[in-house]
């Protein structure tokens, strides 16, 4: 019975995977994947190095590219941990499922939810304390604020 299932789940998988329609990010990561370039290209690089994935434009070009990839390391482990919390869950759920009257097997697909939920809030919280502990919004990408800007209120 449970060799059925795992073809019956394996199959279905299959059929979301191959039959999805492609979907095309447009501008996701542009600001952080377009920078670099060719030899023939001036300015592109970072620090007079020719780089594909990172540009520096401005004077403090180090720092703006590190940000950058730690903005481009955040966004790869996001979409990894969405896809193993995903596939902890369905795990949970066709375990506790299959469990009928199995107290033990019940308290295992319980037991793999907590963690599962466990490891995303510890994941965010720490984005959380990088972003806390980066100046200019690693989450955002935006510039950081200057001091001298102020909001006046509109009357």
């Known amino acids: 019975m449970m ?5 019956a789940v394996i199959v279905i998988a299959t059929m979301f995977m191959t039959s999805a329609s492609p979907v095309h990010a447009q501008g996701f990561l542009s600001g952080l994947l377009g920078g670099g370039g060719s030899s023939s290209d001036k300015g592109n690089g970072c620090g007079g190095t020719q780089t594909h994935f990172i540009e520096c434009s ?12 730690i903005r481009i390391v955040i966004i790869v482990m996001t979409f990894l941990i969405g896809i193993i919390a995903t596939g902890g869950l369905a795990y ?3 375990l506790y499922a299959s469990a009928r009257d ?16 466990i490891g995303l809030l510890l994941y965010v919280f720490t984005i959380a304390i990088i972003n806390w502990l980066i100046p200019g919004s690693v989450i955002s990408g935006g510039p950081e604020p200057s001091p001298s800007t102020s909001v006046s209120p509109t009357q």
């Open 3 to 7: 060799n059925k299932i795992k073809i």
């Open 58 to 69: 401005s004077e403090e070009g180090g720092v703006e590219a590190i940000g950058d990839v």
């Open 92 to 94: 949970a759920g066709i």
């Open 102 to 117: 199995n107290k033990e097997k019940v308290a295992e697909a319980l037991g793999v939810v907590r963690n599962v939920v």
